[in-house]
C-alpha cells in the first residue's frame, strides 16, 4: 500500500489545476499546494527534519497548516499538531516532551521561549524569500510503513498529556478504508476542528487523495453564514462530534454535508440527531468509535437516509476490516455475548504507543493472544458488550475519563491542576450533562484549612494551565466531598443521582 505523501502527490500530477483548497480568499490549486509542500518540505530537511524526526507545527487552522502538515510527511518526518489557542505553558510541556526538532508557526503566536527546538516562522519575509529558492520537485526518499507519521496529545490522569505515536502503516491503513467509505470526500469536505484533534486526519487526508476540496471554515457561534464558494458549492462531507449538532443545526445549510455526516468522539443518541436528519434526509449518518491510540476510528454504523431510527444510543457499529474487537473480563477472557466487559482493540490500525512512557505502553498495548504471533492489542478502559446481531454497544468507561467535544479529558489531569494551587485540599471535577445539548465539567473544591478559595482565581489560573475544553464551567466549594461506604468519593452523591 502506497503511503499518504505518495498518494498525494499521484492526485496532484494527475488534476493539478483542480482546487484543493479554499481559505477565505485564498484558493490553492492541487499543483500550488504541492509545490508550496515540497519547498517547506526541502528547508525542513536543510533544518535536519528526515524520518523519526518530530516537526512541531504550531499554526491555525489554515492553508498554511495544511501546506506544513503536509511538508513534514514528504520530509520524512512526522508531525505534531499543537493548538495556539492553548496556553504556552502547556505548548511548552508537549515540545519538552517530544524534545521536537523544529517548530514552525507565524510571527504573531505567543509561544513559549523553548531554546533547544529551532523555530521557522512561516510569514517572516525572510523565510518567505528563502522558500522561494527551494525545490519545487517531489522528494526521492520515501517513509518506511514502520515510520513515525504523526504525534498527538490526549489527556493523561497523572497531571502530563500522552504523546501517542502513529506510524504511516497505521495511517495509510485508516485514510485507505475512509476513501472507500466517504465518497463524498471527494467533492467538498469542511474542516472545522482544531488539528491537534484526532478527528481532523479525517478531513485533511481523504479529499487530497480522492481529489477532492477542504474548505476550511468555522462552526463557531459567532461565526456562520458561509463563504461565496461553499454557497456556490455546498458540502458534502463533513466530520465532527455529537455537540457540534447544535451549531449545525443553527447554521446555514450549505454546512451541512449532503451526503455523509461522520460522527464521532462521544455518545450519538437518535434524539440528538433527529433533527438535523429532518432537516437533511438525504444524507447519510455515520457513528464512529476508536480512540486515538487506533488511528482516528475503527468501528462504524451507518445510518442510511431515511432509515428508522429510535431516541436512545446509536451502536458503535461493526470493526473495520482487519480490526479486531474483543469484549474481555478483568482476566482478559471473552464474555458472553451481551454481557459488558473492556473493549480491546487489535489489528493494523493500532498506534506504536506513547511517546518516551515505556510502561505506560506496556501496559495498555498487551499481547493478543487470539492475533498472530507478537501481535498487540490496546486496552480501550471503555465499556461495551456486543449484541446477538453482532453490533457492538458503548457502556461506559471503567475509569473517570470524559469526551467533551471530541476530546479525551482525563479528569484526574483536571484534578491535578486544581490541587496545585496552595489553598485547595482536594478537588473532584465531573462532567455535567444532565440536559440534552449543554455538557460541560463542573469541579468540586475542599479548601485547606483556614484557606479561602476564589472561584473566579481559579478558573483563571486553570485558563492559563489548561486547553479551554479542560476548564471547568462551575466551581463548588464545600467543607467536604460525600464518600461511598468503602471511602471513595461517591461521584453520583455529587451529580445528585
Sequence with gaps: MKLIPERFETQ?????????????????????LNTRANRLAALLRDHGAGTERIVALALPR??????????????????????PDHPPERVARLL???????????????????????????????????????????????????????????????????????????LATYVHRAERTYRGAGEVAVW?????????????????LLGG?????????????????????????????????PLLNAAAPEFSPTQELVLGGETLTGAALARWRERHPDAAVHNVYGPTEATVNCTEHRIAPGEPLGPGPVPLGTPHSGVRVHVLDEHLRPVPLGTPGELHIAGPQLARGYFRRPALTAARFVPDPWGPPGSRMYRTGDIGRQRPDGLLEFVGRADHQVKLWGYRV???????????RPEVHRAVVLLRDEIPGDRYLSAYVVPEPGAAVDPGELHGFLAGTLPAYMVPAEY??????????????????????
Design 476 to 497: 463548588l466549594v464545600r467543607e467536604q466531598l460525600p464518600l461511598t461506604p468503602n471511602g471513595k468519593v461517591d461521584r453520583k452523591a455529587l451529580l445528585g443521582q
Design 96 to 170: 519538552r516532551d517530544t524534545r521536537a526538532d523544529l517548530l514552525v508557526g507565524l510571527t504573531g503566536t505567543a509561544l513559549p521561549d523553548e531554546p533547544a527546538t529551532r523555530y521557522i516562522a512561516l510569514d517572516d519575509p525572510d523565510i518567505t524569500e528563502l522558500l522561494e529558492s527551494k525545490p519545487d520537485f517531489d522528494p526521492v526518499q520515501r517513509p518506511d510503513p514502520r515510520h513515525l507519521a504523526y504525534v498527538i496529545h490526549t489527556s493523561g490522569s497523572t497531571g502530563e498529556p500522552k504523546g501517542v505515536m502513529v506510524e504511516h502503516g497505521a
Design 410 to 420: 482525563e479528569l484526574g489531569e483536571v484534578e491535578a491542576a486544581l490541587v496545585a
Design 12 to 32: 496532484a500530477r494527475r488534476d493539478p489545476h483542480s482546487t484543493a483548497v479554499v481559505d477565505g480568499d485564498t484558493v490553492l490549486s492541487y499543483g500550488e
Design 192 to 208: 472545522h476542528t482544531s488539528s491537534a484533534f484526532d478527528g481532523t486526519v479525517t478531513t485533511l487526508f481523504t479529499p487530497l
Design 62 to 83: 489554515s492553508w498554511s497548516m495544511l501546506v506544513a502538515v503536509l511538508a513534514a510527511l514528504k520530509s520524512g518526518a512526522a508531525y505534531m499538531p499543537l493548538d
Design 213 to 245: 476540496c477542504i474548505h476550511i471554515a468555522s462552526l463557531s457561534a459567532r461565526q456562520r453564514t458561509p463563504s461565496s464558494h461553499l454557497r456556490r458549492t455546498p458540502c458534502t462531507f463533513l466530520k465532527g462530534t455529537p455537540s457540534h449538532l
